[in-house]
């Protein structure tokens, strides 16, 4: 049981059911600025394309080279912008209640993307980066999480990450999807500086073109579980197997509503019909894995696939 | 009069034609147009029997796949893929 700061059920419902969390502008404005301006040049960003600006970036001392495997507490110094960025309450919070909180450090990256007026310079062709899940096939049911961070607003123009949400527990092979221009309910990130996006590392997405003058920058860290991600949430509010579960199908109008079992059905537009069904079976496997209990359900669906008297 | 292929790759909601895009993609072989991942949030059309309608050309579907024992709950690609096609003549630049 968890009483200390960290997400609430509700939170938690939705990263299963969605794939994702947001947490806008959580950053203070001060940080953001001294994180970007480690980043940038010290006469202003200059480059014309993306190799001369990473030759740069690879170097910065602000970012620094750690082995993967590596017990996030020991990932960075304690005057890192960094480790005061993962080390905020909410964030801290946040991946507590997801990985645990001592959570192994995968890998990080610095994505820039050029405004659209240098990006010229260097192809006319410049396009948005297909949907993909990132790294390869994974069949577990632990989970690790990306952390996006963007130091600074991002608008429209400026092409912020595209993803799907509810795409999280489909097992495909990173850039197969690429086909997949467009879903039904596909959103972009477009947020006050400060943001820290939360997905689950299977989450569809990709970047967008960025079409502003302005260059935009986002940090992102894997983090995987170094313990069972079982309760680890506030999760005082946590019920299971309630005493009588709701009706399905012939319902009662005036019944009130269960936040947390709608958040788990809630369907996205772009599921199939069928497949809808199935993705809420996985997302119930997931929440069972989650709250320790192998008899969870919610309308059924696990419990009528498993009334086997063969 | 040279011809050059546009294809559309509708998703439905079911292997039914007649039921709704939930999501798509364009290849414009003329050059006119450049469509790219996330550049619409609206579908073309409402469902497969409308793209037909508006001259499109069936040219494949996604069979129906048996679900492998012991599997059968993994979800991965969309399963209801329509390939269609229109041809549109083109003068070739001298």
Partial sequence: MNRGLGLTTLQMAAFVARGFLVFEGVVPEALNARFLGQLRAPGGDSEDNLGEAYNRLLHNPSIPKISPGTRLPDCFQPDDCLHEILDLAVVKGAIKSLVGSAPVFDHHFLHLTLGASREALRTAKAASQHNHQDSTIDPRQAFDIQMFYFPQAVTVEMGGTRYIPGSHLRRVSEAAIARYQNLLGQQQVVCPAGSIYVFHMGLWHGAGLNQSSEDRYLYKIRLGPNEPQVRLWNDVDLVTQPNAPRPIFWTDPSQQDDPIASQLMALEPWFEADTGRLELINRLKLWRYLTGDAKADIDYWLTRVENEWG | MAARQKVLVLYLA??????????????????????????????????????????????????????????????????????????QSFEPSP
């Fill in chain 2, 14 to 87: 079911t292997s039914a034609l007649d039921t709704p895009v939930i999501g798509w993609a364009r290849y414009d072989g003329t050059g006119e147009s450049r469509p790219m991942t996330g550049d619409a949030d609206v579908p073309p059309y409402k469902t497969g029997v409308d793209a037909l309608r508006d001259g499109w050309r069936l040219i494949q579907a996604s069979p129906l796949v048996s679900h492998v024992s012991g599997e059968e709950f993994r979800t991965d690609y969309l399963k209801y893929e329509f390939f269609f096609e229109q041809w």
